[in-house]
């Protein structure tokens, strides 16, 4: 089990006003959850809840505390193949 952040941040539509975002995903909610817990994102957060497009999005500095804690670092285009896998399997 795996949680993901893309490189969304280095794209324009990452941009959030002056704030750059990115896009974090897991193999599984609990997984998701718990990394948003350690990097201090909110639960409340979650968009598409069960759904193979779930994720959160976080700025920069939570997505480096995410990466930090274990979260592996793919592109954009990874995390839709990633996330397609997902649809399939269920």
Same mark, same amino acid.
């Given at each position: 089990? #795996?949680?993901?952040?893309?490189? !969304?941040?280095?794209?324009? *539509?990452?941009?959030?006003?002056?704030?750059? !975002?990115?896009? !974090? $995903?897991?193999?599984? #909610?609990?997984?998701? +959850?718990?990394?948003?817990? @350690?990097?201090?994102?909110?639960?409340?957060? +979650?968009?598409?809840?069960? #759904?193979? #497009? /779930?994720?959160?999005?976080?700025? +920069?500095? @939570?997505? /480096? *505390?995410?990466?930090?804690?274990? $979260? @592996?670092?793919?592109?954009?285009?990874? +995390?839709?193949?990633?996330?397609?896998? @997902?649809?399939?399997?269920?």
């Amino acid at each position: 089990m #795996t949680v993901y952040v893309d490189d !969304m941040h280095k794209h324009p *539509m990452g941009r959030f006003g002056r704030m750059r !975002m990115s896009h !974090m $995903a897991a193999d599984s #909610t609990e997984e998701l +959850l718990a990394m948003a817990f @350690k990097v201090g994102v909110s639960h409340r957060h +979650l968009q598409h809840k069960g #759904t193979s #497009t /779930e994720h959160l999005d976080v700025c +920069l500095s @939570k997505r /480096e *505390m995410a990466v930090a804690a274990g $979260a @592996k670092e793919v592109t954009m285009r990874e +995390l839709v193949v990633i996330m397609r896998g @997902k649809r399939g399997a269920s």
